[in-house]
């Protein structure tokens, strides 16, 4: 792969790297070498320190190819792209406990479950929104053949190291930074970066243009919903529908890895999507097998993106070594223990042997045949790299049955996956029994484009997007019975803001699923499941993808909640509101308004107001939008801060005072600290006579 012609860089005078800005797309950039006697040598990592030194271990190791995978290839040049994802583990210790608290439990038959807006908060610290448990490598790999070379070649590996698993950025990267290292060395990475440190922030869901030199890359971040939540929840991050619109702009992800390539990668096992749809769903452990790094990644990032927009909370990883610190974990156990939910894409046919109790086993892609190079070609539209033309296999798509389809079918069953240590083949091994059936109206949509390579890029796009589309609809639909745990309630109609909102319904997993029996899933999942489809249910609230969903979801919704009440309390006519109360509900207004008020000064007094307004003003402009407040309205709503706020509060404070009896203000005087804060009120209303002075009291119980 050589670099573009179109493409240039500026002169070195330009090049100027601002680390911090950097940081917030890049946590560094690796050259790794293969050495014949030392194996993997990091060369350079840019910035220095910015990863520890076993993190320089497991990435050395991941950012190569499994020999044992590889064809024998007498070309010159041999590139390829790939990424993997690793564990942070200094990271994930120190947050370990609070992580456990979000993510942690199979147990779903707890009586309920429910979320407070103090255990998911809005992230106001940007170094956090950057910070993640994993680590994403992307990598280029080049492998150049030299008989005058010790065992005729070398291997060099250019990483790009990332805290966001954004493959639509970074892979388009690749193919103009990979080129231009091999073109000018160790100056690329300054380059590179340098035009990344001048990259705005990155925003998820939004389209954005990412100059590199006189080039722009164009992509869509994936949305809010499926990014990591270890900087908690992201001001993007506002209420949207449980099961969100179907855009008719394909372009627009509406999860993880929108740009992978479904159709290509799985094409010999399309019938089988459904039965991979339901075991991502349920968070199954799953073994991806495939001939190359770049087709194994593809395998995984598609299940991934199946499952769409639900969070997936599965721990995948798109190229798994056995040089990974955990292979020694999943290799100890022992037939009839439990695998993690996990989903491993391999090239290492040793696995086979060695994770042999995984329950879920896929075989994709199709060995290479000896070529000049492999062919990358980007697609304008999304940035992504299209798999090798090999990846998609030469067979025509079959829908029919025919009898020398279910004898295939019999000796693999019988075989075992362990005849892919002879030939390579496209299969799955499973005993997980579908409840979904195969649509075949979306398969008959499908188009086969044969063997040209150029149509067969462009089919592919257009059958990814009937995939995606069906199975974005599919999962939409399957998680729209939750709905009901996720209204946010607003005061009716002539009704006092000033009280508590009321809860969110309490979730019973027994009782939902009673119900659910009940009144059914809705017709468009009854024509699409059998008669057993509470079973996926079930699974699905034993899983490990249902609780941090679950959960991340009612932070939202208690969020958005909070901020209509405060706008509310915000736009309330007090006067008209009390001349209806009785003397016990003017009391407890009086007390709801003093603890409300009591909150916004102390947002207001926050060290870290100042940085914080920021990102809550985003978020409630995003939940008024959400819920259809006009132009004018959200514009001056999410200007309303704390300090407007204490100043409206204050007002409705005194109104309610001054209609209280004089033995009840003279009751509620008792405090000092209240008493204080009503002098700082109007100063046209005449307050009653400390009583403090003759009773000596100086704090009310």
């Known amino acids: 792969m050589s670099r573009s012609p179109l493409f240039s860089i500026k002169s070195e005078t330009d090049i100027i790297v601002d680390e911090d800005s950097l940081q917030r797309w890049v946590v560094a950039f690796c050259i790794i070498r293969f050495d014949l006697e030392q194996g993997q040598l990091i060369e350079e990592c840019y910035p220095p320190n910015s990863i520890s030194q076993n993190e320089e271990l497991e990435v050395a190791f991941s950012s190569f190819p499994d020999s044992v995978s590889q064809q024998h290839n007498r070309s010159s040049i041999h590139d390829c792209i790939f990424f993997f994802r690793i564990k942070r583990r200094e990271l994930f210790e120190r947050s370990n406990k609070s992580a456990s608290e979000i993510t942690g439990t199979d147990n779903y038959e707890a009586s309920h479950i429910s979320v407070g807006r103090k255990e998911l908060k809005i992230s106001t610290n940007k170094s956090k929104l950057h910070e993640s448990k994993y680590l994403y490598g992307f990598v280029f790999n080049r492998q150049r053949h030299d008989e005058r070379l010790k065992r005729g070649g070398e291997q060099k590996s250019v990483v790009i190291l990332s805290h966001s698993p954004f493959s639509g950025v970074f892979r388009p990267l690749l193919q103009i930074m990979g080129p231009l290292y091999f073109d000018i060395g160790k100056k690329a990475l300054m380059y590179i970066g340098s035009c990344i440190s001048n990259w705005p922030d990155p925003t998820p869901g939004q389209m954005v243009d990412l100059p590199i030199g006189n080039a722009t890359l164009k992509v869509t971040l994936p949305p809010a919903h499926c990014l990591p939540l270890d900087g908690g929840l992201l001001p993007e991050e506002s209420s949207s529908p449980i099961a969100p619109l179907l855009s008719t702009n394909q372009s627009i992800p509406q999860g993880l890895f ?224 939750f709905g009901p745990y996720f209204r946010a309630t607003t005061p009716s109609e002539g009704s006092s803001p000033f009280v508590d909102p009321p809860p969110l319904p309490s979730f019973n997993a027994d009782e939902f699923l009673s119900n659910l029996s009940t009144r059914g899933p809705g017709k468009f999942l009854l024509k699409r499941m059998r008669s057993n489809w509470l079973d996926l249910y079930r699974r699905f609230l034993k899983g490990h993808n249902f609780l941090p969903w679950f959960r991340r979801k009612r932070a939202i919704v208690e969020q958005e909640q909070h901020i209509l009440w405060r706008q509310a309390r915000i736009n309330a006519n007090i006067g008209g509101l009390i001349l209806k109360m009785s003397e016990l509900e003017s009391v407890d207004s009086f007390n709801a308004i003093e603890r409300y008020l009591l909150e916004e000064m102390q947002a207001s007094h926050s060290n870290d107001y100042c940085l914080e307004k920021e990102n809550v003003l985003d978020w409630n402009e995003g939940i008024l939008r959400a819920k259809g407040f006009g132009e004018e309205s959200v514009h001056g709503s999410v200007n309303v801060d704390s300090e407007v706020a204490c100043k409206k509060l204050k007002s409705n404070l005194q109104k309610v005072f001054s209609i209280l009896p004089k033995d009840v203000q003279q009751l509620l005087l008792m405090n000092q600290e209240r008493a204080a804060l009503l002098q700082t009120t109007h100063q046209g209303v005449e307050l009653p006579e400390d009583p403090q002075s003759h009773l000596g009291v100086n704090h009310m119980t």
């Open 258 to 481: 929108h740009d992978s390539d479904v159709f290509g990668i799985f094409r010999g096992l399309l019938m089988q999507l459904w039965r991979l749809w339901e075991l991502l769903l349920i968070g199954e452990p799953i073994l991806v097998i495939a001939p190359t790094p770049p087709q194994c990644c593809e395998a995984v990032a598609s299940l991934v993106s199946l499952i769409a927009p639900l969070y997936c909370s599965v721990d995948f990883r798109p190229y798994f070594t056995i040089h990974d610190p955990e292979f020694a974990r999943l290799n100890s156990l022992q037939e009839g223990s439990v695998f993690p939910s996990m989903i491993l894409g391999v090239t290492n046919l040793f696995f086979l042997k060695s994770l042999r109790f995984i329950p879920h086993i896929i075989s994709v892609g199709c060995a290479a045949p000896n070529s000049s190079r492999i062919a990358f070609t980007s697609r304008a539209s999304t940035g992504r790299i299209s798999a090798p033309n090999e990846a998609f296999g030469l067979q025509n798509i079959s829908l029919k049955f025919s009898p020398s389809n279910l004898l295939n079918a019999v000796k693999l069953k019988r075989e075992g996956p362990l005849s892919l240590m002879t030939e390579h083949r496209e299969a799955i091994w499973s005993t997980y029994a579908a409840v979904t059936k195969p649509d075949t109206s979306i398969l008959n949509r499908l188009i086969d484009a044969g063997m040209s390579p150029r149509v067969e890029e462009s089919m592919s796009v257009v059958n990814n997007e009937i995939l995606r589309r069906h199975f974005l609809e599919l999962t939409t639909n399957f998680l729209a019975p």
